[in-house]
């Protein structure tokens, strides 16, 4: 005997960053793919008494400029078993995939389907561009973090630079947070020298908060990684520009790196999956 708690479309978000290959012999990106399906938008089918279990088939798709897939890959997520699907909140389910890639221009395309309802497709599409730099400093995408970065020995799709990342979901800070969390590295930066790293949140609207430190010694052959937070302060609900800034010793800027957060003041942030 089964039954089945229908719900709307399921949500799908798409966060998407890439990093510089460490095997420099090859000209391209280490680009990671972070979906994560809202559990209170899939149906949730009763596998026995007080047993309600939901699937999600995600399919990823890195697709190159002439339409020809550079990858692809489907999996099926299921989050965890309720007894009573009338719960308000329903876990989230998380995937993140690292793929290696030449440069040039790609379209990056997540498609979710609800396993348990027939129609209920979702898509998301977002570009990207890689061109690799060899000379001049520069900083990866920012990653924003619903936590703190936390040193890890563990060598997992959920960890770089040693430290374990619990990213939030489409750069969204909810109800409840105070501060933003972030991680980011900077790659080729000046040897020999103190370097100035500057952090703001600007709105159109002027709201900002920012912070100043210094990066005494980047590291030399390798990634020296930019990991912190940032209080938000008294700013109200709505959409950010983070940006970090990186200065010289004469303080000429370098390089700089910006992403989008949101705000809410009222709804809690869906949580992402750290392992």
């Not at 080729?188 to 020298?193: E, V």
């Not at 010289?248 to 790196?257: G, I, P, S």
Request: proline share 6%; no cysteine.
């Amino acid at each position: 005997m089964t039954a089945t708690v229908q719900a709307a479309t399921p949500q799908l978000l798409l966060d998407v960053a890439h990093f510089r290959n460490e095997d420099r012999t090859v000209k391209g990106s280490v680009v990671e793919l972070y979906a994560t399906v809202s559990g209170t938008g899939l149906t949730y089918l009763r596998r026995a008494p007080k047993t309600f279990q939901a699937a999600a088939v995600l399919t990823l798709e890195i697709l190159k400029a002439d339409g020809q897939p550079a990858y692809q890959e489907t999996v099926t997520l299921k989050p965890p078993v309720l007894s009573d699907t009338t719960a308000a909140i329903k876990s989230p389910i998380s995937f993140q995939k690292r793929v290696v890639l030449p440069d040039g221009q790609y379209t990056v395309r997540a498609r979710l389907r609800d396993q348990y309802k027939a129609g209920s497709e979702t898509t998301v599409d977002q570009s990207l561009t890689l061109q690799t730099k060899d000379k001049e400093a520069f900083l990866s995408d920012i990653v924003l973090l619903a936590r703190p970065a936390a040193k890890s020995g563990v060598q997992d799709n959920f960890a770089r630079g040693g430290l374990r990342l619990s990213r939030a979901p489409g750069g969204y800070y909810g109800r409840g947070t105070t501060q933003i969390f972030f991680y980011a590295e900077l790659y080729q930066a000046p040897a020999g020298q103190p370097l100035k790293v500057r952090y703001r949140i600007a709105s159109d609207e002027g709201g900002a908060a920012e912070a100043e430190t210094t990066l005494e010694q980047a590291a030399q052959g390798k990634p020296t990684t930019i990991a912190g937070e940032l209080p938000l302060g008294p700013l109200p609900s709505g959409q950010y520009i983070f940006t970090i800034e990186i200065r010289d010793a004469k303080n000429q800027l370098l390089t700089t790196q910006s992403t989008v957060l949101t705000r809410d003041m009222e709804d809690y942030a869906p949580a992402g999956a750290t392992n």
